[in-house]
Nanobody, 121 residues
Framework: VQLQASGGGLVQAGGSLRLSCVAS????????VGWFRQAPGKEREFVAT????????TYADSVKGRFTISRDNAKNTVYLQMNSLKPEDTAVYYC???????????????WGQGTQVTVSS
């Protein structure tokens, strides 16, 4: 499965962005998907996950109430709506797909390339 992340950019604090993760295969609709991020000098960290049908979503405490993960399986796409952005949200954001319908490990089986999100103060 190839994943293509997009939608990053430069935004002021308090602003919004929507990231998209498009998969190359239809079987993507059977898999859990997650968003992760990596800031300069830091390890990659979990942001949000969504189960195969969108029924279960999980979020890192740092983004709860501000970010929303969703998916459109007809378009092989998972989204991350990011509102009330803060400078500390600045990072490269990656999407990843597990082979299972629900997240069953810390790291996805497949990764997309990252998309840069920069939040200015």
């Amino acid at each position: 499965v190839q994943l293509q992340a997009s939608g990053g950019g430069l935004v002021q604090a308090g602003g919004s962005l929507r990231l998209s993760c498009v998969a190359s295969k239809r079987t993507f609709s059977n898999n859990a998907v997650g968003w992760f991020r990596q800031a300069p000098g830091k390890e990659r960290e979990f942001v949000a996950t969504i189960s195969w049908n969108g029924g279960i979503t999980t979020y890192a405490d740092s983004v709860k109430g501000r970010f929303t993960i969703s998916r459109d399986n007809a378009k092989n796409t998972v989204y991350l709506q990011m509102n009330s952005l803060k400078p500390e949200d600045t990072a490269v954001y990656y999407c990843g797909s597990w082979l299972s319908s629900f997240r069953n490990s810390n790291s996805p089986r497949y990764w997309g390339q990252g998309t840069q999100v920069t939040v200015s103060s």
